[in-house]
T-cell receptor, first 112, second 116 residues
Framework: SQQGEEDPQALSIQEGENATMNCSYKTSINNLQWYRQNSGRGLVHLILIRSNEREKHSGRLRVTLDTSKKSSSLLITASRAADTASYFCATAHMDSNYQLIWGAGTKLIIKP | EPEVTQTPSHQVTQMGQEVILRCVPISNHLYFYWYRQILGQKVEFLVSFYNNEISEKSEIFDDQFSVERPDGSNFTLKIRSTKLEDSAMYFC??????????????FGNGTRLTVT
């Protein structure tokens, strides 16, 4: 099955800096979603961008989607220590109504 | 804010034993899911459930697995005869409408299953 891939695998930045994570996928999608996972906890939905959208904002988060390149990026501006977590992209594919295909995640560390 | 709750948070079982993982989805949600995450690996879809029946399942969800909504609030995952490779974090999720094409998933904090 096709799977999303995030890069980088790990990212360590200073508090206040911006963090950018990328995701690539292989097949046509209905939407792409970003989730956050704190260590040992569940996945928290951050943002959903539909295949006909190119950019979406939510607070300090900005997500872009380029369906021609089959890629997405998640930008967190003015990072905070509390943003330390793993970030996953998940794609909802056109041939499935219910299944999300997940990337391996980017582990983000914000240094105070 | 309503949340998905899972119990137990950690389950240790011996190989060959049956386990039941429990979940209480958000009350007005109609779609329910189980995912698992083996340590250090990707999140994997197991099954989705809607209108009291399985709507989709993955290759992982073989005859050893079953799901049930025994009452109006609980949603359970049963593994009939556990194997070592079933050791993973199991996440329950629910969504309000329309499956993954429309709405995001709300996840519980997971049950860490350890098979010895």
């Amino acid at each position: 099955s096709q799977q999303g891939e995030e890069d980088p695998q790990a990212l360590s930045i200073q508090e206040g800096e911006n963090a950018t994570m990328n995701c690539s996928y292989k097949t046509s999608i209905n939407n792409l979603q970003w989730y956050r996972q704190n260590s040992g906890r569940g996945l928290v939905h951050l943002i959903l961008i539909r295949s006909n959208e190119r950019e979406k904002h939510s607070g300090r988060l900005r997500v872009t989607l380029d369906t021609s390149k089959k890629s997405s990026s998640l930008l967190i501006t003015a990072s905070r220590a509390a943003d330390t977590a793993s970030y996953f992209c998940a794609t909802a594919h056109m041939d499935s109504n219910y299944q999300l295909i997940w990337g391996a995640g980017t582990k983000l560390i914000i240094k105070p | 804010e309503p949340e998905v709750t899972q119990t137990p948070s950690h389950q240790v079982t011996q190989m060959g034993q049956e386990v039941i993982l429990r979940c209480v989805p958000i009350s007005n949600h109609l779609y329910f899911y189980w995912y698992r995450q083996i340590l250090g690996q990707k999140v994997e879809f197991l099954v989705s459930f809607y209108n009291n029946e399985i709507s989709e399942k993955s290759e992982i969800f073989d005859d050893q697995f079953s799901v049930e909504r025994p009452d109006g609030s609980n949603f359970t995952l049963k593994i009939r005869s556990t194997k070592l490779e079933d050791s993973a974090m199991y996440f329950c999720a629910s969504s309000e409408v329309g499956g993954t094409g429309v709405s995001p998933l709300h996840f519980g904090n997971g049950t860490r299953l350890t098979v010895t």
